[in-house]
């Protein structure tokens, strides 16, 4: 019988990533991108509840080592990302969001998950900066801070445009949780 459909049928959660795990996580994850774009916030009830959820499903499945499983991915998956937070560049529901994605996949899931995440916000972030704040006026604004450094010895950091640039982490979640399946379906 073929990896996938093993997985299927036995439900080994520590072989693979399961394909309940991976369908829970994706819906998790986009009703939070969904959330994030409309109100700018993950709320509490779905990244707790799937917390909840995904350890409390390991659990069942394998008792001692399930809830090992469990919450090594949720602690995990907030430590990848709570460095973040602290110094200000995203919200404590992004934070909350992987390790509920964490709770759901398992150490090794929410780290593949966190590589394609970090990737989607890469390009996330690039485009934001291309299509709101034009590049040329982002690179006279780079030279305007590295110059006040060079002169006063403190960056003085400047946007004319007063506009400040938000990025959905939320949707990169998503996005890495989708990506993390197909990598499970065709690779894993």
Same mark, same amino acid.
Request: net charge positive.
């Given at each position: ?73 949720? $602690?995990?998956?907030?430590? $990848? ?6 110094? =200000? ?14 709770? $759901? ?22 485009? $934001? ?24 010895? =403190? ?20 996005? =890495? ?10 690779? =894993?």
């Amino acid at each position: 019988m073929e990896e996938w459909a093993k997985n299927i049928v036995t439900l080994n959660t520590f072989e693979s990533l399961n394909v309940l795990n991976l369908i829970a996580a994706m819906i998790v994850s986009c009703a939070a991108a969904i959330s994030d774009i409309r109100s700018k916030r993950i709320p509490n009830w779905l990244t707790y509840s799937a917390m909840v959820l995904g350890v409390g499903y390991h659990i069942i499945l394998n008792g001692g080592r399930g809830f090992l499983f469990g919450a090594e991915g949720l $602690l995990l998956g907030i430590f $990848l990302l709570i460095f973040f937070y602290l110094a =200000g560049g995203m919200g404590a529901g992004d934070v909350k969001l992987m390790g509920a994605v964490g709770a $759901l996949l398992g150490p090794k899931g929410v780290f593949i998950a966190f590589l394609f995440t970090a990737l989607a916000g890469g390009i996330y972030a690039i485009m $934001l900066l291309l299509s709101r704040f034009h590049f040329t006026g982002t690179i006279v604004r780079l030279g305007t801070m590295f110059g006040s450094l060079k002169y006063s010895g =403190g960056l003085t950091i400047e946007n004319p445009n007063r506009e400040t640039a938000v990025l959905n982490y939320g949707v990169c979640i998503a996005i =890495g949780v989708i990506f993390t399946a197909l990598w499970d379906f065709y690779v =894993g």
